[in-house]
């Protein structure tokens, strides 16, 4: 039920939701388990009691429903032709989500920003750093990042876009197990190489596996023009998936420390 209740919500809507629900929960939660007590502090300060992080893991999704102008902060579109991120050419005005993430970054660690306004800056970072590190939201192929591309996944049509934010997840084990695993996975070794770096780094990262994996690893359109993302094509992507929800949650926690320095 689980399974079908996902999969109804990724085909019958637009996607906007980078990992849906789960998967920024996912990413949430691990990255309080590496938060400095500093920058935990600092979370519960910013937070009304009682109210917890982990709750507000797709609040940026919601408000952009009523503040349009938010929408192009989710994103980055970085053309699969080029070698990788350019950001005159592809954040213009500093208007998406690598430049929102310094922004909000700058604005949560600013004790002269009132606290309505860090609040919201926290809420805001807390998902952007998540949607960076979903492959289609760094990458676009003349396609809106995959929402303009109908696959058929295991007998249903669904937007590759949307098949990336949710509808492996859906296929997936439940959020506490799958957070069991992604955190054994994230060995001592792997949380010092993937906290260094900078955002841009990262997203070029997510760029690169947009390009030669959710792109280039996408069997062609047959000759109804029907692009088939079978069985073997999602042995391929969940463990892309799980990675990135790793990476995503060790960076947040990089992110949250070093902001409370």
């Known amino acids: 039920?689980?399974?079908?209740?996902?999969?109804?919500?990724?085909?019958?809507?637009?996607?906007?939701?980078?990992?849906?629900?789960?998967?920024?929960?996912?990413?949430?939660?691990?990255?309080?388990?590496?938060?400095?007590?500093?920058?935990?502090?600092?979370?519960?300060?910013?937070?009304?009691?009682g109210?917890?992080?982990?709750?507000?893991?797709t609040w940026a999704d919601e408000v952009r429903?009523?503040?349009k102008e938010t929408e192009?902060?989710?994103?980055?579109?970085?053309?699969?032709?080029?070698?990788?991120?350019?950001?005159q050419r592809d954040c213009?005005?500093?208007?998406?989500?690598?430049?929102k993430i310094a922004d909000f970054r700058k604005a949560w660690r600013d004790p002269a920003v009132s606290p309505a306004d860090r609040r919201e800056a926290l809420l805001f970072l807390i998902h952007f750093v998540g949607d960076m590190h979903q492959p289609l939201h760094c990458a676009d192929n003349n396609d809106h990042g995959g929402n303009d591309l109908m696959v058929r996944f295991l007998g249903e049509q669904t937007k590759?876009?949307?098949l990336w934010d949710s509808g492996l997840l859906a296929h997936m084990p439940a959020e506490d197990q799958l957070f069991a695993t992604l955190s054994q996975a994230i060995t001592p070794e792997r949380k010092a190489e993937w906290?260094?770096?900078?955002?841009?780094?990262?997203?070029?990262?997510s760029f690169q596996i947009a390009k030669r994996t959710v792109y280039g690893l996408l069997p062609p359109a047959d000759d109804t023009?029907?692009?088939?993302?079978?069985?073997?094509y999602q042995s391929m992507a969940e463990p892309v998936v799980e990675l990135q929800l790793e990476k995503a949650g060790v960076r947040l926690a990089a992110v949250l420390n070093e902001s409370v320095r």
Not at 51 to 56: G, I, K, Y
Not at 79 to 86: D, E, H, K, T
Request: hydrophobic content about 45%.
């Open 195 to 205: 906290s260094s770096g900078t955002v841009e780094q990262w997203c070029n990262e």
């Open 1 to 49: 039920m689980r399974k079908l209740a996902l999969l109804f919500i990724v085909l019958s809507c637009r996607s906007v939701f980078g990992w849906g629900n789960e998967g920024h929960r996912l990413v949430i939660r691990i990255a309080e388990g590496m938060l400095s007590a500093e920058a935990r502090a600092q979370v519960q300060a910013t937070l009304a009691p």
């Open 65 to 67: 429903k009523v503040r």
């Open 51 to 57: 109210e917890a992080l982990v709750d507000f893991a």
């Open 160 to 162: 590759l876009h949307s």
């Open 92 to 99: 213009p005005q500093n208007n998406c989500v690598i430049a």
């Open 225 to 232: 023009g029907q692009v088939e993302a079978g069985r073997s």
């Open 72 to 87: 192009p902060w989710h994103f980055i579109d970085i053309p699969i032709s080029s070698a990788g991120l350019n950001m």
